[in-house]
């Protein structure tokens, strides 16, 4: 617990807007530039102490330094569709020497100003191939109508948004690749090659998935929503989750009633999975869309209204400072495919006891006859942790845990007023309560632990639970 005599309390003080000219001394922000390079490439947590140690001399702005960090140069680039690419930074083509990568470029993309990005989760199964996503991210064949092709080209461009639609991470033994567990930092690793190929606002990325990929949209809006603006699934399907994690990113479903055909298609991705899961989520009053059309499984089918919320959606921006966020670990969108995690948006857990947490589950009812196939429903106690942190203002932020003993609050002056204490009360009882001050160091190690522009915090609290 933190208690202001107890000696346990870790506050990371660091400087954020204090006067450049305060310390004649102080180190100059090209120097702390270098310095942050430096710490950001740094492999050893020896070395990056002895960094650390010197950009505690800096005194000047923080948004600066943390700008250059970010500032590129980026290359003209034509529009249209670019095929079967292979990453371009030298450590992640190492990384992922045979996966392609299929782009799309609007028309109205220009490298001077930050352009929206769709990360496509193609459709397939245990050895479907690395060019899958060649077709959607396409335009329609010649003499195809629009409404008959499955060929996203347009339908991105009317966006107006990048789009990449990448391999899904191989693995021959199983169906749901988009669900692996390395499928995080794959996904982190698409945006981040995009990122260096054309002006991405890391705040406008949309991850949107079929089939396959469709399960994989519901296992990442459950394990990292606070990657994206928003998540499109499209005939996908989950069974298991803790969906109050989704809050603070939209999610939208698109599925047909006649998903599930006798004879031709199972019951894998069912319209009643769509259903149950609206029923859910509106419960749990979190922000959805739900299309529900007559068509079937193919992305065909539901382009158009894909094509409608990504219209909609085109500006919509991921907010890191959202007053709520509900972070449970394991998650994933099945029970098998679930595993520990650690981070969403300003909270991480650091350290866990044993015991249980409440999760939702669909299940059938095991009917091998298909007219008779049947889903329901139901809460389960499984193992698992749970932080739910709500920022009230005023700089109080309330915090309930279930079987964690540490757990880390990020904090961004934008969230609180620093020139007053920052309260934080855990299950009821106020643990802490001091001015707390941002600073650069601490600012680099939310982008380490994210690799993310988009959500940095230059304060953090660590927290002991008793």
Avoid at 63 to 91: A, C, H, M, W
Avoid at 151 to 166: H, I, K, Y
Avoid at 207 to 230: E, I, N, V
Avoid at 273 to 281: D, F, G, N, S, W
Wanted: proline share 6%; aromatic share 10%.
């Amino acid at each position: 617990m933190y208690l202001r005599d107890s000696g346990r309390c870790a506050v990371a003080f660091i400087l954020l807007y204090l006067s450049a000219a305060s310390s004649a001394a102080e180190l100059s922000q090209e120097d702390a530039v270098a310095l942050s390079r430096d710490y950001l490439a740094a492999s050893r947590s020896s070395e990056r102490e002895g960094i650390a140690a010197q950009l505690q001399s800096y005194r000047g702005l923080i948004e600066p330094v943390l700008q250059q960090l970010q500032r590129r140069t980026y290359n003209r680039v034509k529009s249209g569709y670019l095929p079967d690419e292979s990453f371009s930074i030298p450590e992640l083509d190492e990384k992922h020497p045979n996966d392609l990568l299929f782009f799309n470029v609007p028309p109205n993309y220009t490298p001077k100003e930050p352009h929206g990005l769709i990360v496509f989760l193609h459709g397939g199964g245990a050895t479907t191939g690395r060019r899958a996503p060649r077709v959607t991210m396409n335009y329609p064949e010649a003499g195809v109508s629009e409404r008959d092709s499955g060929q996203m080209g347009t339908v991105f461009n009317a966006a107006g948004l990048v789009a990449v639609g990448p391999s899904a991470p191989w693995n021959e033994n199983s169906y749901y690749r988009w669900c692996l567990r390395e499928s995080d930092e794959y996904i982190a690793d698409v945006i981040r090659e995009c990122q260096s190929r054309f002006n991405i606002d890391p705040d406008r990325v949309i991850l949107l998935g079929h089939s396959m990929g469709g399960f994989g949209a519901y296992h990442h809006a459950l394990r990292q929503p606070d990657r994206f603006s928003t998540v499109i699934a499209h005939a996908g399907s989950w069974s298991r989750g803790f969906l109050p994690a989704m809050r603070g990113t939209p999610l939208c479903i698109v599925q047909g009633i006649n998903d599930a055909r006798d004879g031709a298609r199972w019951h894998y991705t069912d319209i009643e999975y769509a259903r149950e899961t609206v029923k859910l989520l509106t419960a749990y009053k979190l922000e959805h869309r739900y299309y529900e059309h007559d068509g079937m499984h193919a992305l065909s089918e539901g382009k158009e209204y894909v094509a409608d919320y990504l219209k909609a959606a085109k500006n919509l921006r991921r907010d890191a400072y959202t007053p709520r966020v509900t972070l449970a670990t394991p998650a994933g969108y099945s029970a098998y495919q679930s595993s520990r995690l650690r981070h969403n948006r300003w909270l991480t857990i650091n350290a866990v006891t044993p015991g249980t947490i409440p999760f939702d589950q669909l299940v059938s009812n095991g009917e091998e006859d298909f007219h008779r196939w049947k889903l329901s429903h139901e809460r389960v106690e499984r193992e698992g942790s749970l932080v739910d942190a709500m920022n009230y203002g005023g700089n109080l932020i309330a915090v309930n845990t279930q079987h964690v003993s540490r757990f880390t609050v990020w904090l961004h002056p934008r969230m609180i007023d620093i020139s007053k204490p920052v309260q934080i009360h855990v299950n009821q009882k106020p643990v802490f309560k001091e001015r707390v001050t941002p600073t650069l160091v601490t600012a680099l190690d939310s982008y380490r632990r994210r690799g993310d522009w988009g959500l940095i915090y230059p304060i953090k609290v660590e927290i002991d639970v008793p």
